[in-house]
């Protein structure tokens, strides 16, 4: 089984196909200061794996915390384990407004290693077009999701298998089920009708640690 991310991207496909041959001559012509970003990231808060940079939004931020603390406590509680990586999942990939450029994806330290060059191949849909939006819509204007709401948690067992034999596999492994919904900031001019604001999501207790293994978009 590869690393699913089995989301309805019509919209943004649709928009790349269009965009395609636009996008290309803009880098091409781009500002250098555009080309080189320089990626020094802060980071402000760690827990286990987990790592909170310092751009982060004040949802981000409050979504951080409560992670902290519920690993904090003197028996973590699995269910609001799995939630806290998947809201925070949530917020980082599909908020623009603080990512550095289309390399920087959010939400990628919620992927297990072995997996995250398969995520970077998804997410491409998206952040491929990232010096686009800054030049339409500036960068202060880019998507901010401003609040994530869980809608339902199930607890599940989860069996990975790689159909490409590259990678373990790894059955029975603890995980959860999680149906989410978001909404952005309307202040930004950047069209946040084009992005989804619903999505179930498989968080899965990977080498100890829950990561996102699976994120089907409605």
Request: with cysteine.
């Amino acid at each position: 089984m590869k690393l699913k991310f089995d989301t309805s991207t019509r919209t943004l496909t649709i928009m790349g196909l269009i965009l395609f041959v636009v996008i290309v001559g803009i880098i091409a012509i781009m500002p250098k200061e555009f080309k080189e970003v320089k990626k020094k990231i802060q980071i402000t808060k760690e827990v286990e794996i987990y790592k909170l940079r310092g751009n982060a939004t004040e949802l981000q931020k409050k979504l951080f915390d409560d992670l902290y603390n519920t690993l904090k406590a003197e028996e973590i509680d699995e269910e609001k384990y799995a939630v806290s990586i998947a809201k925070l999942f949530i917020s980082e990939y599909w908020t623009l407004i603080n990512r550095l450029d289309r390399e920087d994806i959010g939400g990628i330290i919620y992927i297990p290693e072995p997996l995250v060059p398969r995520f970077m191949e998804y997410a491409n849909e998206l952040y491929c077009f990232f010096d686009y939006y800054i030049l339409e819509y500036r960068k202060e204007n880019l998507s901010e999701v401003t609040s994530v709401t869980l809608n339902s948690v199930k607890s599940i067992t989860y069996n990975f298998v790689d159909s490409e034999g590259k990678i373990e596999s790894k059955n029975n492994l603890s995980a959860y089920e999680i149906n989410l919904s978001w909404e952005y900031n309307e202040d930004r001019t950047m069209n946040s009708k084009m992005l989804p604001s619903d999505a179930i999501l498989k968080i899965v207790k990977w080498d100890k640690y829950y990561s996102v293994l699976e994120m089907n978009v409605k």
